[in-house]
């Protein structure tokens, strides 16, 4: 019989190798309003309203819904001149009737006198490289001549300065968003549809930027394809590395539609990268009303403990051990506890996989035979008591410590 020899010396234990930390990128500190994007500050939370911003009223309004329920800065679309002046009106409304609320204004096509304008008004200005400076594609063209292309360039340099002095010196910020789907003609015949495409075009915009000694920026690459999104993002942190530059990045999976297959395709891209340590800041873009982005975009934040703004749940998957109906169970522990924050608790079904499944969790919910359940602060048994007064005495276990506040 084969045997296996006993070891000379007893087995030890190195600190394990894989950090459970996320390490994020340093980036500069960029202010929006009284929000800080960058800089090590937590990752913000940003969305957009869908009223026409001529509607003041409707605006404010939608601010407010998105602004109340955790979206941190709220972008508005100004198409046209009457658009940005109506801005004045939306930003006085909001501190009158509200409070002042950090505002980033979307800058269409060939839109200097509009950019310049909503600058008096919001805190951030977001352009889109391929269309701030619009060439019209033309169907016969076959390349772009090295001249044809520094010649635009010099116009995108005149268009673009005026803007850039007007933010640099009221100390406001501007967002530099390029889109996969919306790159400038002679970035594709330069560059092709490509990630390459999408970093070159925001590096001339930045470069432009700090020729003027403007740094207040923030890079966005996004694509409606996850992949193409993922390699625009870790390509453009590789360039801004080589070029020593520390911007913070807007993440995003831009038209992701709807549903659950909206919201895992965004996680799916934007969480990601926040594994990997970049981004700064995030928007969900669901084809639904505004306010069903904010929580998965802090759902997001939460899973990959970057941010903690709601109770965390930890619930075993249940089967032929559970001893209680763990789906009703977790539903009402959830529906008691859901308006707390910062706090893990576990509803585990037996006590076969309970206190070791849930170690990190601050409290423990766990089936231990039938009819009764056990409750734990973290891994320590405190009482048992019948399942039909489990949830309340879970929360007077919580109120004993001092973390409970009312709903």
């Given at each position: 019989m084969q045997t296996i020899e006993t070891p000379k010396t007893p087995k030890t234990f190195s600190k394990p190798e894989f950090d459970t930390t996320i390490h994020r990128r340093k980036t500069r500190p960029v202010k929006v309003g009284n929000i800080t994007i960058g800089g090590g500050f937590p990752v913000v939370v940003q969305s957009m309203i869908n009223e026409d911003t001529l509607d003041v009223d409707g605006s404010v309004a939608a601010v407010r819904r998105l602004h109340e329920i955790g979206c941190e800065i709220v972008r508005v679309t100004v198409p046209s001149m009457g658009h940005a002046k109506a801005l004045a009106k939306i930003k006085d409304k909001l501190a009158q009737v509200y409070q002042p609320v950090p505002l980033v204004a979307d800058v269409h096509h060939n839109g200097l006198n509009i950019a310049l304008e909503v600058a008096k008004h919001v805190d951030k200005v977001r352009i889109n490289p391929g269309l701030y400076v619009f060439e019209k594609p033309s169907p016969t063209r076959t390349e772009y001549t090295q001249e044809e292309f520094e010649n635009i360039g010099d116009k995108i340099r005149r268009t673009l300065e005026p803007l850039v002095i007007s933010l640099r010196d009221q100390g406001k910020a501007m967002r530099i968003g390029v889109n996969h789907g919306s790159l400038a003609e002679r970035m594709l015949f330069t560059y092709g549809d490509t990630p390459e495409g999408m970093v070159e075009s925001a590096l001339e915009?930045?470069?432009?930027?700090?020729?003027?000694?403007?740094?207040?920026?923030?890079?966005?690459?996004?694509?409606?394809?996850?992949?193409?999104m993922l390699a625009a993002?870790?390509?453009?942190?590789?360039?801004?590395?080589q070029l020593g530059m520390d911007y913070p990045l807007h993440l995003g999976v831009t038209e992701a539609g709807d549903g659950e297959y909206g919201r895992i395709k965004s996680t799916a891209g934007i969480g990601t990268l926040l594994a990997e340590g970049i981004g700064d800041t995030i928007r969900v873009?669901?084809?639904?009303?505004?306010?069903?982005?904010?929580?998965?975009?802090?759902?997001?934040?939460?899973?990959?403990?970057?941010?903690?703004?709601?109770?965390?749940?930890?619930?075993?998957?249940?089967?032929?051990?559970?001893?209680?109906?763990?789906?009703?169970?977790?539903?009402?522990?959830?529906?008691?506890?859901k308006h707390l924050t910062g706090l893990d608790i576990a509803v585990?079904?037996?006590?076969?996989?309970?206190?070791?499944?849930?170690?990190?969790?601050?409290?423990?919910?766990?089936?231990?035979q039938g009819g009764h359940i056990a409750l734990y602060r973290g891994r320590?048994?405190?009482?048992?008591?019948?399942?039909?007064?489990g949830v309340e005495e879970l929360i007077n276990l919580i109120k004993a410590d001092g973390r409970w506040v009312d709903p």
């Amino acid at each position: 019989m084969q045997t296996i020899e006993t070891p000379k010396t007893p087995k030890t234990f190195s600190k394990p190798e894989f950090d459970t930390t996320i390490h994020r990128r340093k980036t500069r500190p960029v202010k929006v309003g009284n929000i800080t994007i960058g800089g090590g500050f937590p990752v913000v939370v940003q969305s957009m309203i869908n009223e026409d911003t001529l509607d003041v009223d409707g605006s404010v309004a939608a601010v407010r819904r998105l602004h109340e329920i955790g979206c941190e800065i709220v972008r508005v679309t100004v198409p046209s001149m009457g658009h940005a002046k109506a801005l004045a009106k939306i930003k006085d409304k909001l501190a009158q009737v509200y409070q002042p609320v950090p505002l980033v204004a979307d800058v269409h096509h060939n839109g200097l006198n509009i950019a310049l304008e909503v600058a008096k008004h919001v805190d951030k200005v977001r352009i889109n490289p391929g269309l701030y400076v619009f060439e019209k594609p033309s169907p016969t063209r076959t390349e772009y001549t090295q001249e044809e292309f520094e010649n635009i360039g010099d116009k995108i340099r005149r268009t673009l300065e005026p803007l850039v002095i007007s933010l640099r010196d009221q100390g406001k910020a501007m967002r530099i968003g390029v889109n996969h789907g919306s790159l400038a003609e002679r970035m594709l015949f330069t560059y092709g549809d490509t990630p390459e495409g999408m970093v070159e075009s925001a590096l001339e915009f930045i470069h432009i930027c700090e020729s003027l000694d403007f740094y207040n920026l923030i890079v966005s690459l996004k694509a409606s394809r996850v992949p193409v999104m993922l390699a625009a993002y870790r390509l453009m942190v590789q360039r801004m590395d080589q070029l020593g530059m520390d911007y913070p990045l807007h993440l995003g999976v831009t038209e992701a539609g709807d549903g659950e297959y909206g919201r895992i395709k965004s996680t799916a891209g934007i969480g990601t990268l926040l594994a990997e340590g970049i981004g700064d800041t995030i928007r969900v873009s669901l084809t639904e009303s505004p306010e069903k982005e904010i929580p998965v975009c802090y759902s997001i934040l939460q899973a990959l403990g970057l941010r903690k703004t709601m109770v965390e749940y930890v619930a075993c998957p249940s089967c032929g051990r559970t001893l209680f109906n763990l789906e009703e169970v977790l539903q009402q522990v959830r529906e008691a506890t859901k308006h707390l924050t910062g706090l893990d608790i576990a509803v585990m079904g037996c006590i076969v996989n309970g206190p070791g499944e849930m170690a990190d969790a601050d409290y423990g919910y766990v089936g231990k035979q039938g009819g009764h359940i056990a409750l734990y602060r973290g891994r320590e048994e405190i009482k048992r008591v019948h399942e039909t007064q489990g949830v309340e005495e879970l929360i007077n276990l919580i109120k004993a410590d001092g973390r409970w506040v009312d709903p």
